[in-house]
């Protein structure tokens, strides 16, 4: 999730007892730098091998796994040709084999419903340690009913374990797991790492100040603080009149100044 799964948020969701978190995709040739004392998955795009081995050198010691991401279906992969538009099978077997070759974590790819699935799948089994899948097309973005059926269908044609994605939240999240190996859960935790103490009965109190005080610590851009602002407010009495109050703040002042829980 672009732009959600800063250090702060990640380091609340930990607490609250999310078993693994995820960085945003991250491509191999950025010269961006990362706080990763959370000790993530890192979560990689690219169309080549070119940076790969290099960059997996400098965080393999710092992350719990490695995930190369073939299932974003975002405007931006489209007009790169990366996450979910990337249909080359011969490079993207080209850059397991350098992820595979360059670390002893796992590796894991995220894949959506297309006519390669199967095909990607036999590709995992070589060099992967699992799988995720959303059982939606690149077309359907986020929208309309995850196929639970195909997913269960990748479930049986491979060994490697299942990773379900795909409106995982409280209600559902037991019953997939019923079926599946792990659960990812993605939209249903913005601005709510209060969902995972729910599911793992961890003790936690959601409090945006503790998520600020992470924010100051990091020194993460204003415009990442005041994003994660407006999605604190979610589930909290006047809700609207709040995030109206957060967009049009100018400042770090301003916005210690609003009370949003």
């Keep these: ?56 050198k400098r965080y393999d010691k710092k992350i719990s796994l490695w995930d190369f991401n073939l299932g974003c279906p975002a405007k931006n992969a489209r007009k790169h040709g990366f996450g979910s538009f990337l249909k080359d099978l011969k490079v993207i077997e080209d850059i397991l084999i350098i992820m595979r070759e360059n670390t002893k974590k796992p590796i894991t790819i995220k894949i959506r419903k297309s006519p390669l699935s199967f095909e990607l799948i036999k590709i995992a089994e070589k060099y992967c340690d699992a799988i995720c899948i959303h059982p939606r097309t690149y077309k359907q973005g986020y929208s309309g009913k995850p196929d639970m059926n195909f997913a269960m269908e990748i479930k049986s044609k491979t060994k490697l374990p299942i990773i379900y994605s795909g409106d995982v939240n409280e209600k559902n999240c037991e019953s997939l797991l019923n079926i ?60 609207a009149k709040t995030r109206n109050k957060i967009a049009r703040i100018k400042n770090m002042k301003e916005l210690e100044k609003i009370k949003i829980n």
């Design 180 to 239: 599946f190996d792990y659960v990812m859960i993605g939209r249903k935790a913005i601005g709510r790492p209060e969902i995972f103490s729910k599911l793992t009965k961890t003790k936690f109190k959601k409090s945006f100040s503790e998520y600020l005080t992470l924010a100051k610590k990091y020194k993460l851009p204003f415009r990442q603080i005041k994003l994660q602002a407006s999605n604190f407010t979610k589930e909290v009495e006047n809700s």
């Design 1 to 56: 999730m672009e732009r959600i799964n800063d250090i702060a948020f990640r380091i609340l969701c930990k607490k609250a007892g999310c078993g693994l978190t995820y960085t945003g995709m991250i491509n191999p040739q950025t010269k961006q730098k990362f706080f990763l004392d959370d000790k993530p998955a890192l979560q990689l795009f690219c169309t080549n091998t070119k940076g790969i081995k290099e960059f997996m």
